[in-house]
């Protein structure tokens, strides 16, 4: 009988691929979520149709990813704070939001009016 043994170079091999962050998570937990919203709910995509939303009030969270130029970003948060609602920094660019959103073009912000089966308004709200 031969017993095998591992030796360190495997068992670190092995703990490298199990190994994600916290972010990633994150970051596949809301990617997760808005494709729900995507498929099930309603969203506005873009800038201009998201301050249309915020200013009618039927917004129920608004999404900017992460390179929004700071003044865009400051009217928008201006106007969610107004229509008294959560605003969530998306961890990726305008590319990275779109292909989170099953779209081929980038998204700089985003209005959800109607979540549909996705908790993402409660889940970002803690």
């Given at each position: ?42 969203a506005a995509l873009g800038v201009k149709s998201s301050i249309v939303t915020l200013r009618k009030g039927s917004a129920q969270l ?65």
């Amino acid at each position: 009988m031969v017993a095998t043994t591992k030796t360190e170079k495997d068992t670190k091999k092995e703990g490298a691929s199990k190994v994600v962050t916290k972010k990633t998570k994150a970051l596949e937990s809301i990617n997760g979520r808005l494709a729900m919203v995507m498929k099930t709910g309603k969203a506005a995509l873009g800038v201009k149709s998201s301050i249309v939303t915020l200013r009618k009030g039927s917004a129920q969270l608004i999404i900017i990813a992460n390179n929004t130029p700071p003044l865009r970003r400051t009217e928008i948060e201006y106007y969610a704070m107004l229509a008294k609602c959560g605003v969530h920094n998306y961890n990726g660019d305008n590319t990275e939001l779109g292909s989170a959103c099953g779209k081929y073009f980038g998204i700089g912000c985003m209005a959800i009016t109607d979540a549909g089966d996705s908790d993402i308004v409660r889940s970002t709200e803690a």
